[in-house]
């Protein structure tokens, strides 16, 4: 550990996160880091730990090398990308077995040793030394393994997720995180503007998850109205309502071994938020109009364009879902951040295109390109695509693509 990162964690102002799959494990680097007068809360495995730095302000992450949800780099991988300034420190444990009792250090007066340390921690005769050496070596008896900034960066291209396009590094560090949490069964935030690609980052993961063979049920949680949600969702009995002739699963139970995908997510009624938790929470789901609970295996991805967190400030999304979907979000930017993926995105909907009306292959001339990388795009690959539908129909039976065929919406005029 640098002495930088030492100084930080000792302080006393500061707050360490001490992330761990074995329980007697944190307690102990717990309880011996308030021995030393260190604020210290603890976090189950990696995931807990993104959620825990999502929901608080850290100063420093101590990591277990030994999780059983999240492989252990691609963690520090992740926390780097969000949390540049965030101190991470992998520890390595002598022995597998944890002591009974924390490493004993003596706080007298702000300063104070480490037992069992040599030297190290004594720069006063009677022993006393300074509250950072005494956490200099804590960490030296659990052995220092890769500090945040010594750890290797990802500069090997990643694989875009199966159905997408993009090589830009905004979609590599997509790519690489979703594939990071596709064999996991944490729930994942889809977050980013119309037109993105929020499904197809859903689709992605799924394929590459154990649940791949099973079924991937979407629900557009905007396009049901809210007198029918909670029977598309839960399901019902005969009975259960009018027009209710015959009982009938819901679309969660319908995604029963895969993965069910919650689209437009903030768009769920307060009513129904409370009714879903359990099912986040518990994997339970309860019939309309029976008392029977059913428990289903089902890897939930929600998705939203919305700013949850601020409906949650409006008292329009309950907190506690909120939290139960942040789990592991995945922000996707907006086509006009990442405009080296322009160019191969539209040449992929041309060549489909090409392939579909069973024509010769087309191509964009130098003009047309330089629209395409010039414009906003608003409506994001959406727009895209679309654009590109339009400019193969105006180029009727001419090879190249030219700008006038690109022409967008507002600056087509449909005649007197």
């Known amino acids: 550990m640098s002495a930088s990162t030492v100084a930080f964690v000792g302080r006393r102002d500061q707050r360490v996160l001490v992330a761990s799959s074995r329980g007697a494990f944190r307690e102990h680097v717990v309880r011996t880091l308030a021995l030393a007068s260190c604020t210290a809360d603890e976090a189950a495995g990696g ?18 090398p030994y999780l059983q949800d999240l492989e252990v780099n691609e963690l520090i991988a992740t926390v780097r990308a969000r949390y540049p ?54 960490a030296q008896r659990c052995t220092p393994k890769v500090p945040v900034e010594r750890a290797p960066s990802a500069a090997v291209s990643i694989e875009p997720l199966p159905g997408m396009i993009g090589t830009s590094e905004k979609m590599q560090r997509i790519s690489r995180l979703a594939r990071l949490v596709a064999p996991r069964d944490t729930t994942v935030l889809v977050v980013g503007a119309t037109g993105t690609g929020k499904e197809l980052v859903a689709r992605g993961i799924h394929a590459l998850s154990r649940r791949s063979g099973g079924p991937f049920v979407v629900v557009n949680c905007a396009a049901i109205p809210e007198s029918l949600l909670e029977a598309e969702l839960f399901g019902f009995t005969r009975g259960a309502f009018t027009g209710a002739f015959q009982s009938r699963l819901g679309r969660i139970h319908a995604a029963h071994g895969g993965t069910l995908l919650l689209d437009e997510v903030g768009e769920l009624p307060l009513s129904m938020q409370a009714k879903l938790l359990r099912f986040v929470q ?48 995945l922000d996707l930017p907006p086509l006009h951040n990442r405009t080296e993926d322009i160019l191969p995105l539209a040449e992929h909907f041309l060549e489909l295109l090409c392939q579909k009306a069973g024509t010769a292959q087309k191509r964009f001339d130098f003009e047309a390109q330089e629209v395409l990388r010039k414009h906003a795009w608003p409506g994001n690959v959406r727009e895209l695509q679309h654009s590109v539908e339009r400019a193969f129909v105006l180029s009727e039976a001419n090879l190249e693509i030219r700008a006038e065929d690109l022409a967008m919406h507002s600056e087509i005029s449909l005649g007197s």
């Open 47 to 64: 995931a807990d730990a993104l959620l825990k730095l999502h929901q608080s302000e850290y100063n420093a992450l101590l990591l277990d």
């Open 85 to 138: 300034a965030l101190n991470v420190v992998l520890l390595e444990r002598e022995e597998l077995e944890e002591p009974e009792e924390p490493i004993p250090i003596n706080v007298r007066d702000r300063r104070g040793d480490c037992a069992g340390a040599k030297s190290s921690a004594q720069t006063d005769a009677d022993g006393e030394g300074s509250l950072d050496d005494a956490i200099e070596a804590f």
């Open 282 to 329: 518990e994997g339970e789901v309860q019939r309309l109009g029976s008392a029977d609970v059913f428990r289903v295996d089902t890897r939930l991805i929600a998705a939203t364009n919305a700013d949850l967190l601020q409906r949650v400030r409006e008292r329009q999304f309950r907190e506690d879902l909120y939290y139960r979907l942040t789990v592991f979000p």
